[in-house]
């Protein structure tokens, strides 16, 4: 005769999957994606630069102000 039937356990706890060695602070991930949005920061700042200069008529060229604009 089979035995009863058991229940099914609990799942185990995210602590129990994580990878040796991470943290629970984001790790890598936090610090990639900060890095990420500090250089669009970065070239949004420029952009922002070259197309002042263009319209003050600084020398800025309409060329470089466009590419600052698409980067």
């Given at each position: 005769m089979p035995g009863p039937i058991t229940?099914?356990?609990a799942p185990p706890s995210l602590e129990s999957i994580r990878p040796a060695g991470s943290?629970?602070?984001g790790g890598a991930f936090q610090?990639?994606?900060s890095?990420?949005?500090k250089s669009v920061?970065?070239?949004?700042?420029?952009a922002?630069?070259?197309?002042s200069r263009?319209?003050?008529?600084?020398?800025?060229?309409v060329h470089s102000?466009?590419?600052a604009v698409e980067r």
């Open positions: 229940p099914i356990a943290s629970n602070s610090d990639v994606f890095a990420a949005v920061e970065g070239f949004n700042n420029d922002t630069a070259a197309v263009f319209l003050s008529g600084e020398g800025e060229d102000a466009a590419l």
